[in-house]
């Protein structure tokens, strides 16, 4: 697989996992507002990613995707974010 392949793959992933997750706290809680900020940083990062991507630039394409999904993975491990039917695509508590 190439680099441009394994960038063009994350950030399909990460689009895919940017659709399911929701924040988890109700909007009254404080921490919703942390939730929020969590979705923007992966779209933040997303938005980058595609920015490299467009520009042949795939390793820094990479690098800004994985940020991006490591907001939602973060997030949904520390349950800020919620994954409703899909917990699959994040890391567990073993």
């Not at 939602?72 to 409703?84: C, E, K, N, T």
């Amino acid at each position: 697989m190439t680099l441009e392949d394994r960038a063009k793959r994350y950030i399909e992933m990460t689009e895919n996992a940017l659709r399911i997750v929701k924040v988890a706290p109700s909007e009254e809680s404080l921490l919703y507002k942390g939730g929020k900020d969590f979705i923007e940083m992966c779209r933040n990062y997303l938005n980058d990613s595609k920015y490299f991507f467009e520009k042949r630039d795939y390793e820094n394409s990479l690098a800004a995707s994985s940020y991006a999904y490591a907001w939602l993975d973060a997030g949904v491990r520390i349950g800020i974010l919620s994954a409703p039917g899909d917990y699959k695509r994040f890391t567990q508590y073993s």
